[in-house]
């Protein structure tokens, strides 16, 4: 199994290939302390997210859907953004919107509707906003 | 059992019974996606909170018990309007304070007693505010 | 304002109004140290459910739709007694389980309407159970 | 759009796509009311989950993060055999556990991989088991 | 037991040890209601938190460990702030970041780590921010 | 810092000390996956549950006060046998309940009071249990 060293590279490629130029440093973690960072790009970049056996769309609509149930509105337009960056369409993330629905309830819906009509809007991804036609 | 034509007249009455002029279109589901805006009005308002056996107070006072549990902030402020709209009185709204504080946490009461205090501001409710004399 | 022995006779009066002999001591609450079931009484049943303003089975049904909004099953099972020895109908009760479904998701739907069965089955309460005709 | 016959149908053929042989009759829902059995197979199955845009398995998984997150273990075991029974992998569900424990923490871990574990040794599929080598 | 009226002057004293001048009346509490405001003293501060049998620090810590989980990030200030108020070091407060991230997730990690590199910030605690060298 | 070989003993040390012989292999996440089994021990255990800067008395309450609030009824009895092992008291649990009702609400309460009630029924820690006297 990997050392550390090459898990914080493996963790760093993940991020990069997800986010690259839209990721801005210093993130949070480290203001808040290097060893929390490198914990961060690690564990969760280079341990778990870089590992085979699952697409990094897959991956990434998963988490949408986490952080969706979670209500977590900031990380959410992260991975909005996150997914949209490794192929996901437009058409997928409101397949996922209409799922959260039923399974964490419709104000759950309601947040990641707003969060991925911001995020298309960002993106110049064009919206329906027709109203109901 | 209703068709969908009606299911959606079904549930944009509900909607103007409750909001009326407050709501403002479009919202964020017709901005995303036609569809989604019909399967919020149809399923949502026209196929549950229409249904008979429960007053619309009631129901609105549920839905502020459960989004005030989910720490659904924007929405919580959507039915603590709804429910005064249907009736609710001040000190209805009040008791579900105090009541959310022994089961969802004084946190969770927190967050209604602040969207309370703001929406009675708003709809120039008196609040007792003289402090704890 | 009532000082606590009078809270604590207070809680005991409404434990005592929803539950009657329903009621099984010693609670886990006495049994685990007598001044948390002190608090529970004084507080929840005392100080906050006593209070005039709301009528009990509107209290119980919120406490319904917090519980299933937090998964706390056993609890709930409880209130769903609770609701229905303070006048809840079986309709009001099936209403509530179609209105978490919109607003805490299909699980926590799931999980009131089989614990709503189960406790109409105890109380005698006859399920519809024919089937989809 | 679709009325509500053939939602119903839509629904049903969703189901029995999803889970065939393996689900029993009469489910909770319709045991405590019909008109609830047919809300969750138009609404859920019907009106979600046969929609195009995302396929079955991808569906499957993101319910089964979802639950995760939310902690409800039996609707979990239900969808931990639907993602399998749509050709989900041992691989992939395994990934899901690890990216559990990332996004809802390592409690909502132990449950799928708890959950996981069971579900592969009803159906046969190989486990590690054999301890840390 | 005490009687209300030093459980009120027991929360107010608690209150006062904790927040002292940062305290700013009146609360949203308050403002809405004179009795919600005696409940929150004399039932949180006066009744509970002041309880011999746990030290100060660590009451404000298992706070700031369940407002992480519940994603309350408003109080979740309130109380990184007492628990420094009542000697929690900086060091303390990142293992509890840390920990969070195992127990309740990365995103809930992420909501704690941002409200205290504010709080740090805001109070002159030096943050090691240097990136990770 | 550590490569992986050392977080997994330090891990497995952290282990020992907090459950010695109470804990049964293997564990439901071996049996899934070796690979899982090295995840949790290295990551949970020995990269963040190790750490100096905080005392694993308190780490211990800490994942108490998250796992209640989270609602994982099985993780917490895990946890406060482990927080009894490593020298909690009796009456430091009881506060932790207390404070729980305040801060995640009564059915977080209740289920911490339950699980603390069976934990020192089995470790024969003297319950009150004798009643509000």
Known sequence: MADE?????LGMAHHQEVWGAQYKRP???????????????????????SRPGLDLKTRELLIVATLTTLGRERE?????NGALNVGATR????????QMGIYAGFPAMRMLAGVAAEVFGERGIE???AGDQ
Chains 1, 2, 3, 4, 5, 6 share one sequence.
């Open 91 to 98: 058409e997928e993330i409101v397949e996922v919107v209409f």
């Open 5 to 9: 060293t090459s898990l914080y590279e």
């Open 27 to 49: 993130s949070v973690y480290e203001q808040l302390d290097p060893d929390l960072y490198r914990f961060v790009i690690e564990t969760a970049h280079g341990r778990v997210l």
């Open 127 to 129: 919206l329906h906003g």
């Open 76 to 80: 959410l337009r992260t991975h909005v």
